[in-house]
């Protein structure tokens, strides 16, 4: 059976960027049972490649797909098959995984996919700017409604966000499968990368890997470390992340309480040199507002740092017991918590303990295990009709 892996993220969409990678690499190492493609918008030629561009045709019948109703009226007059599954067809794609929701599925008439929901929030926190900016709830609706019914099966990372779908998008709850984040330790097993951080290496930092969009409250630490600044403490914070609108707005408070020198944006950063940061750091400090799972804090884990999560009922979901819960509301309870890590550093030893266990309770081979199971379960439906 042939299977199409597609990607919709580029290297500076953080998270997103990172997952797809960490799944596509799983099955371009075990490609053992089944025959994996990926599709690429450059023609390179290479075996496991699927080429494939949009042009403007596409790229408008894409817009007018997303109405129900366009879409059949299409579909009767002109009983055609989109430019993108005649590909597919061509190359004996028997099915697609989406590892993100993606609008090529629009196009799909008679492949089956499986589609990829990192989360609902736009229907839970709808009043973050860039939840309701130019129409984005609306946007990601019509995108949920068309393709979770359609979809074979449903990837989540959460019960949080199966139980959302099956909630908003009535979908049947046995489409849906649990497949939580995971981290390769590989990753953070080179201890001879020479970073261009290391002039912070006799700095006590704090961390917080986040896209600035209001919703991952970077405020929040701003408060926190004005509460270190009256108290004459040496403590900086390191920020690092692409903005997404609500950078000016960050800077301006920064500059506002003069936080300057303790306050470091470093923009994007290399793989390799947040995970440096990650392992020089005093804690990873999380006042996100919204889940209902995050991929620094497992980062941390496997980097042998404590990770300080605001005090929600999803990050207590994901972290368990590994995570130290400070108030959303009050920027003490951070203050205070850092002061005593810093204090009394071995008190806090247990945290790094049960955020290895997490990791190592939920690898790489168990999420590429339950998705050979998937892809059997089609497999066994799809030879009553091909070989």
Known sequence: MKVLIVSNSNLYSGGANQYEKLVSNLFKINND?????????????????????????????????????????????????????????????????????????????????????????????????????????????ITYNKILQKSFKIIVESEITKKNIVEYYLVNKNKISVLP????????????????????????????????????????????????????????????????????FIKKQINLYGLESTIKILGFVDRKDLIYLYKNCLALVMPTLIGPTNIPPLEAFASNTLVCHSDLEFARAQLKDAAIYFDINKPSTLFEILNDIINNSLKYEKYKLNGKKIIKNWKGSDFYNKMILIFDEYEFFRKTWSK
């Open 181 to 248: 984040f995971f981290i390769d330790e590989n990753d953070f097993n080179d201890l001879s990368y020479q970073s261009k951080y290391v002039n912070l290496n006799n700095t006590n930092y704090i961390l917080y890997p986040a896209q600035f969009w209001s919703h991952k409250n970077h405020i929040y630490l701003i408060e926190v470390m004005k509460l270190f600044k009256n108290h004459n403490s040496k403590l900086k914070l390191i920020l690092t992340g692409t903005d997404k609108g609500n950078l000016f």
């Open 33 to 141: 049972k089944y025959e994996f493609f990926y599709l690429s918008s450059e023609n390179n030629n290479k075996n496991n490649m699927i080429y494939y561009k949009k042009n403007i045709i596409d790229k408008v019948l894409n817009i007018l797909n997303r109405n129900i109703f366009i879409y059949k009226i299409f579909q009767r007059i002109f009983k055609t098959t989109s430019r993108f599954e005649k590909i597919l067809n061509k190359n004996k794609i028997n099915i697609i995984y989406f590892l993100s929701p993606n609008t090529l599925a629009f196009e799909l008439s008679n492949i089956p996919f499986i589609t990829t929901v990192w989360d609902l929030e736009h229907r839970n926190f709808n009043y973050f700017p860039e939840l309701n900016y130019n129409n984005e709830i609306e946007k990601r609706d």
